[in-house]
């Protein structure tokens, strides 16, 4: 509950101070005009505000869940974590000096639970970012119990008197059976049980089925930047699966399990000169699709754009599918140095989406976007285009002095940009 606190202690301090304020001012003057000690209820006040401040500052840390979450699960295993033992300190010193200002040891233990059980309330309903947890009531009603017994010996040791033992007796535990039946029901109506990542049903097999990942990149960065490429990092959104390994020489993603390369880039982008021609490049380039993609390459066309000139020539293979005239969404790019260097490549792995039939021409496309627009257009490609709302559909997308203008090719409506599902 209060690791994430002493992580931020300046941000700890700044809740502390006017908290520990706005509590001791009123305490000292309710004293002195009781003429009362003031310095032990000053403490209590204190030690109350820093009990406030640290369990009740925002943080980013918790369990995340639907609503209001917290964990029930049982809280032995966990109570001589170091958590638990700072939570069970932090309940010590205002219970000590608690049973020192009220002299009912019983009543005091039953209020500090309680109110151990109402911030448990407050953090897992506040969206505060804390960690609600049994485990912390246990701990923190332990630090109350050490620090209530504390006081009660204090008392007895230096003769001061410790109320009527029946009456406390009695008010302990009326309230501590009336605030644990009222906190039962309050967590049993609004808090939702969190259950720990590792104990979620499925959690085993969703472990075994990302056991293969790191070895498949590895043997993928491997290849696109060669032997001896040391792995610095690898890192599985287990959430998605996409998996990206940071290596010595560049970084390399791709999707898992369907075992999809992305893209991968060396750090170093300078092309290095080289003998090898564009038909020689273009084998390199061959070679790297049909180990790694050869699906997505079947019936496609390939282009190359060339930078560069003579060993130090740079290759670019561009590879696109059409079907009935229209560009799918499978998209394939491999650069290749002079030297036979796979400098990059990105890829988008996808089927061919079914469309409905164009009924637009591409003439009638680059009327519409003049219309649409009043600019001059120029350049045009029909495409396989996903739109919010509407799923996949053809889509001319028109080249014009204000940007690109599409149009669907079965409507002849223009699609905003932000409707398009890129």
Known sequence: ??????????GLLVWFVPVALCLAVPTVLIARARRKPVT???????????ILAVTLLPTDGGPVGDGAVCDLSSPFPQLTSSSALLNVALFVPASFFAALVF?????????????SGLIELFQAEGAMGRSCSVTDIVANTTGSLIGVAAGTVWCRRTGRATGRAKRDALWGATLAVTGSAALIAAFHSSVTSYIPLTQRPGFAAAQRAFEGADAWITEAAAYVFGKGTQIEQTIVAKHSGLVTAKTDRGEITG??????????????NRAEAGPLNQSQAEEVSTRFVRRWFPAEVLGAERTVHISGSGKSAVYMFIYR????????PMRLNVTVTSNGR???FTARAMKDPKLPESTVSKDEAARLARTYTGRTVQG??????????????PVWMVGA??????IDAVTGLRIPQDALVR
Do not use: H, N
């Not at 999707?255 to 170093?268: C, G, S, V």
């Not at 002095?401 to 599409?406: A, H, I, M, N, Q």
């Open 1 to 10: 509950m209060i690791d994430a606190s002493v992580q931020a202690i300046p």
């Open 40 to 50: 032990v209820r000053v403490l209590l006040a204190v030690c109350s505000a820093g």
């Open 103 to 115: 002299q009912r040891p019983l009543t005091t233990l039953a209020v500090t639970a309680m109110g």
């Open 255 to 268: 999707w898992w399990p369907a075992k999809k390369l992305e893209e991968a880039a060396f750090t170093d």
């Open 321 to 328: 599918r059409y079907l009935k005239g229209v560009m799918m």
């Open 342 to 344: 796979i400098m990059s």
């Open 380 to 393: 045009t490609v029909l495409l396989a285009q996903k739109v919010k709302g509407q799923g996949w559909r």
């Open 401 to 406: 002095d204000s940007g690109d203008v599409f």
